[in-house]
């Protein structure tokens, strides 16, 4: 391991399969671990006559997106190595791996290697006769363009996506008709987020950036990408202040409307501190006649060891809110079942 680096793992270049191997350990009564290559499928997959969701994205993210792989979400998850894109034998086993007969969507964060591989994956699909929607995820405000994409990022908006797609999944409903509820809750989810610490991508074995004690990265990618700026330390209520406003003022959301507001932790912060945010988030759309009629707190999208979190509202309608309402159970997401 690199000097200074603390983890809890044997060798770096092990993490990743070991990893794997201690989800088909913990939870092979409900899902399925493929190796060689590697991705996680639910445990009755293929289910016939249902869409199948696919996604998928660098490790070091967990719970996402392994741990949403199961009744009410995805069919299928493909794990990169750390911060590094599945790649198109990956997506395509995958792919083959959970279709139904109904087709497969494809759900894309929106990082050039992702779109580019999942593209190829896609194609070689539907030369098998699979039909495959593809359906790209940027939710991101903070920057334009970054180091890793043309255009925002996807981020917490997936998480929301493969939720209520998977719902309407559940419910029989057709692939035109799923790929539509995804674009919608695309259309609909603004994220931004911030960092009070880098974190260690375990081959590299120092940080990825360099923050000083009273330092935090305002819009900071989730894979340590910089954001919009990198300035003093500042209370919780400042902070979001800074990130909701960017937020309300991109889609525009505006009073009256009723959202699921999600706050993520980012891996290295304690739930009592999101929780802190979230109460500041929830006083703050309320100031602004923004009523929070759903919510999600916890580390769902995770940067390895970094600390920080992210925001993500999105504008609710009566079909969003019952398909969020909608049964779910996956390792890292469950209710109603």
């Known amino acids: 391991m690199g000097a200074g680096m603390k983890k809890l793992i044997n060798r770096p270049e092990d993490a990743v399969r070991e990893a794997l191997e201690g989800v088909a350990t913990a939870h092979g009564d409900r899902l399925r671990v493929h ?15 249902k869409v199948a969701l696919v996604s998928g994205g660098g490790s ?33 086993a995958a792919t083959k791996a959970v279709d139904g007969g109904a087709g497969v969507l494809h759900i894309v964060k929106n990082y050039t290697g992702d779109v580019m591989n999942f593209e190829m994956a896609a194609e070689l699909a539907q030369d098998e006769g699979i039909a495959v929607e593809p359906v790209v995820i940027d939710d991101d405000v903070a ?36 790929a539509g509820l995804c674009r919608k809750v695309n259309a ?30 305002v819009g900071v990618g989730i894979h340590g990408e910089p954001g919009r700026e990198r300035r003093a330390l500042a209370p919780a209520h400042e902070i979001v202040e800074e990130l909701a406003s960017a937020i309300l003022d991109d889609l525009p959301f505006t ?26 988030l929830h006083k703050l759309l309320g100031g602004r006649g923004i009523s929070v009629t759903r919510n999600l707190v916890g580390s769902y999208i995770t940067a390895l060891d970094m600390a920080g979190c992210s925001i993500t509202l999105l ?11 909608a049964p779910v159970n996956t390792t890292g997401l469950r209710w109603g079942v």
Not at 191 to 206: D, E, R
Not at 315 to 324: C, G, H, K, Q, S
């Open 35 to 49: 190796s060689g290559p590697n991705y996680i499928v639910r445990a009755d997959a293929p289910v016939r006559g």
């Open 60 to 92: 070091g993210h967990e719970p996402m997106h392994g741990g949403f792989v199961g009744l009410g979400m995805l069919d299928a998850a493909c794990p990169g190595e750390v911060f590094t894109c599945p790649t198109p034998d990956q997506m395509l």
């Open 143 to 178: 920057v334009k363009d970054s180091l890793y994409t043309a255009g925002r990022r996807g981020v917490g908006a997936t998480v929301l996506a493969e939720k209520i797609c998977g719902a309407a999944a559940e419910q029989r409903r057709p692939l035109a008709e799923v």
């Open 188 to 217: 609909n989810a603004r994220s931004m987020g911030v960092a009070l610490t880098s974190c260690t991508v375990p081959m590299a074995g120092k940080p990825t950036f360099e923050l000083g004690a009273d330092e935090m990265e």
């Open 255 to 280: 009073r009256g409307d009723e959202v699921l507001a999600f706050v993520n932790g980012m891996g290295g912060t304690p739930l009592m501190e999101l929780y802190v945010v979230y109460n500041e």
């Open 315 to 325: 504008r609710l309608d009566d079909e969003l809110t019952a398909l969020w309402d």
